[in-house]
């Protein structure tokens, strides 16, 4: 069983910056592909962004350029650099892991979820 653990979210003012992590018990962590979804109040998981086992990494074109993910496989750990925060990005965010193959922005792929950090933007 693989546990996630996220932390750093919390209340930022707007255009302001917050990095997430989530932390993994998978092993081995690089053969696991990690994603960031988030889900606002009476809205569906949707996806952020991936970084799958070879270290390549995508986002959701409405995120590219303010947020970045990055991995860390010594520490088993994912990043979440969010900048430019908007209160649009309010929202429980989560990370997900999954050994599969496949469209790596659908949360249907992802077996292991963490159990998320809250993420509130003000205006």
């Known amino acids: 069983q693989v546990q996630l653990v996220e932390s750093g979210g919390g209340l930022v003012q707007y255009g302001g910056s917050l990095n997430l992590s989530c932390r993994a018990s998978a092993h081995p962590f690089n053969h696991y592909s990690m994603a960031w979804f988030r889900q606002a109040p009476e809205k569906e998981r949707e996806f952020v962004g991936r970084?799958?086992?070879?270290?390549?990494?995508a986002y959701q074109d409405s995120m590219k350029g303010r947020f970045t993910i990055s991995r860390d496989n010594a520490k088993k750990t994912i990043y979440l650099q969010m900048n430019s925060l908007k209160p649009e990005d309010t929202a429980v965010y989560y990370c997900?892991?999954?050994?599969?193959?496949?469209?790596?922005?659908?949360?249907?792929?992802?077996?292991?979820w963490g159990q998320g950090t809250q993420v509130t933007v003000s205006s």
């Open positions: 997900a892991a999954t050994l599969k193959y496949g469209d790596y922005a659908d949360r249907r792929l992802y077996d292991y």
């Open positions: 970084v799958i086992w070879s270290g390549s990494i």
